[in-house]
């Protein structure tokens, strides 16, 4: 149905051709895309809106209303006011809308849209939704590894990737990062263009836009739209929303379709547009730019528009019309619906719908995706430890900052003692630590909020799976907090003077690694599905105060009631703070051997901390088991509660809402 090509487009930044040799490039073959038709009939579409927090009564919307045309090979634009339903109506053509208040039919080539449509269109969401760290070419080699069957070998690939980046213009920026606001990088026309080239690797015969020009200044914008005019010359579907739009950029346009409020005002040729605008009484001044007269007539600017036409017998008075927009807009509506447009049109898209062809697709078969899920964990993986090791903001910030925090402690509780006062700093400095790593954790609230546009685009089009990206986030993270507490044990440890054998130091290593892990797997079940890191941060903030205070220290959780107690269970600092005293104070001695001799028994279980002598008669004292057995059940605690958060993040992710 859709049948596969390449385009010759290439261009500068200024939109001229870079004279590339197209005899030499065998990837630029003589036939030319052949775009697919797409039809649309009857489309209406509903939101559900929300009273608010103290009302659960949800009101509909109506967002589109009746729309029908054709969007044949070319560059069809759709224009209309903010809030007109342009976007809408692309998503919805694009097959990324939510089903739900949504009605109507959408064809391509006489046939209903594939499950899988929105893997083999192409779409450049308003946004430039790549990633900031990798170069263009990285990027580009990103989608094809992905988005390409694995049938097409890797030079095939490199050769598709290499011939983009001609025909996109990109060769001077091909190895340079693509850049984020905080750290400079290629240009907004050629970050576009790289947005563009990664949709276009997949060599789609429709393309759709959201907004291309938006943010962009008026020269890039112009090259832009001249590079997706040379595309659409050369039979590819390209479909776009756009607003205001300069002169330059209106006349390549081949379709328009103009809305209002939900409401088609216009669908046709982009040169009859003016015609039949003066045919039914609206006039462009002269010098005026037709997009911009457009929006002033809908928006019923009197000082811009004049009537020619005369309104008698029954037709709505002139200056009733200019004194109500909802006039004006009415009988635009009206206008249109009664024009040749709107009969040729709808007589066309009878014939389409007695000549639709009768397709039944498999979804097993239409929705398997290009590549294995470890093809796919290995180049997402891949490119998020590109992306935090490239990135100093998450990488060299966290080791640094943990440096510091280690000498910090390491220089307050500098040589601890093996007496009274070194028994009181050892439960100080254990318990800061594990405390410490679980607030720590608070900045990975936004692990799937940064990248969530990044995600849902891609996941969406068919990259990868939910299962592979939430696998490549994690172990990059786990990583990042490995290597953090590792550098921060190594620090801290010796520092302090802690117990001086390597299986005591090695077991505090791996629980304080643990405790971090934990707590970021707590993050992840928390702020998977939220939108806004402040209200992630909140909650997380509440939830490790409330497990400090059952950590074991500040409160004897044996003495505890009942009805309170069980919440020490779902501390996650109590199970390290736990198993880091049993590691550091079994065996060892705060009293001389004398003072231990001549000690009264009597003493040894009062409640007076000074008479306590040994690291067991303080557990012990605590209500704590000290054998070998106890200080593990901690660690085995720790892991089964992070493989628990881990699940709950993962099935958070992957039921959230993916559609607009």
């Not at 036939?31 to 809106?49: A, C, D, P």
């Not at 470890?374 to 910030?397: D, G, I, K």
């Not at 490549?472 to 490995?482: A, D, E, G, W």
Request: charged fraction near 20%.
């Amino acid at each position: 149905m859709m049948e596969r090509g390449h385009v010759n487009i290439a261009m500068t930044e200024d939109g001229d051709t870079n004279g590339v040799d197209r005899s030499k490039d065998v990837t630029a073959v003589e036939q030319k895309t052949r775009g697919s038709i797409m039809s649309f009939h009857n489309i209406q579409y509903k939101v559900q809106l929300s009273g608010g927090l103290c009302n659960n009564k949800t009101t509909p919307r109506d967002i589109l209303f009746d729309i029908n045309g054709i969007m044949r090979p070319g560059l069809n634009a759709i224009l209309g006011p903010t809030g007109s339903g342009k976007s809408s109506l692309l998503d919805i053509l694009a097959s990324r809308k939510d089903p739900s208040g949504l009605s109507g039919e959408v064809l391509i080539d006489k046939a209903p849209q594939p499950p899988n449509f929105k893997w083999i269109s192409g779409f450049v969401v308003q946004d430039d939704v790549v990633m900031a760290t990798l170069t263009v070419r990285e990027n580009l080699r990103f989608s094809a590894a992905l988005r390409l069957s694995s049938s097409v070998h890797q030079s095939e690939k490199e050769a598709r990737v290499n011939h983009l980046i001609k025909e996109l213009g990109l060769i001077k920026v091909a190895d340079s990062r693509v850049g984020s606001p905080l750290r400079r990088g290629i240009s907004g026309g050629e970050r576009k263009r790289t947005s563009i080239g990664m949709e276009l690797i997949t060599d789609p015969s429709i393309l759709f836009l959201d907004e291309p020009t938006s943010g962009l200044d008026a020269g890039t914008a112009n090259s832009v739209l001249l590079l997706l005019k040379r595309m659409a010359n050369h039979g590819r579907t390209v479909i776009m929303s756009i607003h205001q739009p300069r002169y330059s950029i209106y006349k390549l346009f081949d379709s328009m379709t103009l809305l209002d409020n939900g409401k088609m005002v216009y669908h046709g040729p982009a040169t009859n547009a003016l015609d039949y605008f003066a045919n039914i009484g609206y006039f462009c001044e002269p010098h005026n730019n037709p997009a911009d007269f457009f929006l002033d007539v809908i928006n019923g600017d009197s000082n811009t528009t004049t009537m020619k036409k005369d309104l008698g017998s029954g037709d709505l008075d002139f200056e009733e019309l200019i004194g109500s927009r909802q006039g004006i807009r009415e009988n635009l509506v009206e206008e249109y619906k009664n024009s040749s447009y709107y009969r040729d049109m709808t007589a066309e898209l009878d014939r389409i719908i007695q000549e639709k062809k009768c397709i039944s697709y498999s979804t097993s078969e239409t929705m398997t995706y290009n590549s294995s899920f470890f093809h796919q964990l290995r180049w997402v993986l891949r490119r998020t430890f590109q992306n935090y090791f490239l990135n100093p903001e998450v990488s060299v910030a966290q080791i640094v900052v943990n440096i510091i925090l280690a000498l910090f402690v390491g220089i307050i509780f500098f040589g601890v003692k093996d007496d009274q006062s070194g028994l009181q700093n050892r439960l100080g400095v254990l318990f800061f630590i594990t405390v410490n790593m679980c607030f720590s954790t608070i900045s990975a609230a936004d692990l799937f909020i940064v990248d969530r546009k990044l995600f849902m685009h891609e996941y969406i089009s068919g990259y990868y799976r939910v299962s592979v990206y939430f696998l490549s986030q994690i172990l990059s993270s786990i990583m990042l907090r490995i290597i953090t507490s590792v550098i921060f044990c190594c620090i801290a440890y010796f520092m302090i003077g802690l117990k001086s054998t390597a299986e005591a130091f090695f077991f505090f290593v791996l629980t304080v690694t643990l405790v971090n892990n934990t707590a970021l797997a707590l993050v992840v079940a928390i702020s998977a599905d939220q939108t806004s890191t402040g209200i992630a941060n909140l909650f997380l903030t509440i939830i490790f105060i409330f497990m400090m205070i059952f950590s074991g220290l500040l409160v004897n959780l044996p003495n505890m009631p009942n009805w309170l107690s069980w919440l020490g269970y779902l501390s996650i600092p109590r199970y390290g703070f736990s198993a880091l005293e049993i590691n550091e104070l079994s065996d060892l001695k705060f009293c001389d051997e004398a003072v231990i001799r001549n000690t009264n028994r009597s003493h040894v279980g009062t409640n007076s901390i000074s008479r306590i002598c040994t690291g067991e008669e303080y557990l012990d004292h605590m209500g704590k088991d000290h054998t070998t057995w106890a200080m593990w059940e901690n660690t085995v605690a720790l892991i089964v509660m992070m493989f628990i958060f881990l699940i709950i993040g993962y099935i958070k992710l992957r039921y959230i809402r993916k559609f607009t």
